[in-house]
Nanobody, 127 residues
Framework: QVQLVESGGGSVETGGSLTLSCTAS????????MGWLRKRPGQNREGVAA???????SYADSVKGRFTISQDAAKNTLYLHLNNLKPEDTAMYSC?????????????????????WGRGAQVTVSS
């Protein structure tokens, strides 16, 4: 039973940067996938990024080249570095873990694959 707690949300102007952190407790060791999803106002939840414990990362086209996902396994912490932010990035960002067996570890599968989501951190981008 993985518990996820996000931190680092806030407000930033267009073009700015921000880093989100997600600390996991009760984490099951071994091969696994973790990721980030977001809920933008008026839109469905979408996968943002995913990373396998071997370091392989995947990104949604909308954030590719601007966001970076990383992890510190020793600290059971997942990060999302958001750079060159745009107003359309405004959303509630949640970390995700505990993938369903057999589903790929990629950004497109965050919503369908992750069985555990954190409650989220709000990111607001203004200009």
């Amino acid at each position: 039973q993985v518990q996820l707690v996000e931190s680092g949300g806030g407000s930033v102007e267009t073009g700015g940067s921000l880093t989100l952190s997600c600390t996991a407790s009760g984490y099951i060791r071994g091969p696994h996938c973790m990721g980030w999803l977001r809920k933008r106002p008026g839109q469905n939840r979408e996968g943002v990024a995913a990373i396998h414990n071997d370091g392989t990362a995947s990104y949604a086209d909308s954030v590719k080249g601007r966001f970076t996902i990383s992890q510190d396994a020793a600290k059971n912490t997942l990060y999302l570095h958001l750079n060159n932010l745009k107003p359309e990035d405004t959303a509630m960002y949640s970390c995700a873990a505990d993938w369903l067996p057999g589903l790929p570890c990629d950004a497109d599968t965050v919503i369908a694959g992750a069985q555990k989501w954190g409650r989220g951190a709000q990111v607001t981008v203004s200009s």
